[in-house]
Nanobody, 128 residues
Framework: QVQLVESGGGLVQAGGSLRLSCAAS????????MGWFRQAPGKEREFVAA????????YYGDSVKGRFTISRANAKNTVYLQMNSLKPEDTAVYYC?????????????????????WGQGTQVTVSS
């Protein structure tokens, strides 16, 4: 049983930073792609970033490039999302997700429907 547990959300002022964590358990994740998505009220779930566990290759959504960094700690089975220069429009529930095939074209990982497992989400609120 795969479990993904996010933590690290909270309230921060614009321009500040937060680091989200996603602790993964229940499988060997070496062939997986781990993704971060976010969803604001009334909006669709949006791709934020993804990382292939075995190679560490990263992908980013256009709205977060240059501000957010995704990384993983293999020994801890944990994926991180370092968020810098936060803006009010970054306010959303952030979700961690996992899918089993790292061989797809990178645009494949932008779609929430391609992920097999999801965490419960963590709220990030950026005040202006």
């Amino acid at each position: 049983q795969v479990q993904l547990v996010e933590s690290g959300g909270g309230l921060v002022q614009a321009g500040g930073s937060l680091r989200l964590s996603c602790a993964a358990s229940g499988r060997t994740f070496s062939s997986y792609v781990m993704g971060w998505f976010r969803q604001a009220p009334g909006k669709e779930r949006e791709f934020v970033a993804a990382i292939t566990w075995i190679t560490g290759t990263t992908y980013y959504g256009d709205s977060v490039k240059g501000r957010f960094t995704i990384s993983r700690a293999n020994a801890k089975n944990t994926v991180y999302l370092q968020m810098n220069s936060l803006k009010p429009e970054d306010t959303a529930v952030y979700y961690c997700a996992a899918q089993e095939d790292y061989s797809r074209p990178w645009v494949y990982y932008r779609e929430p429907r391609h992920y097999d497992y999801w965490g419960q989400g963590t709220q990030v609120t950026v005040s202006s």
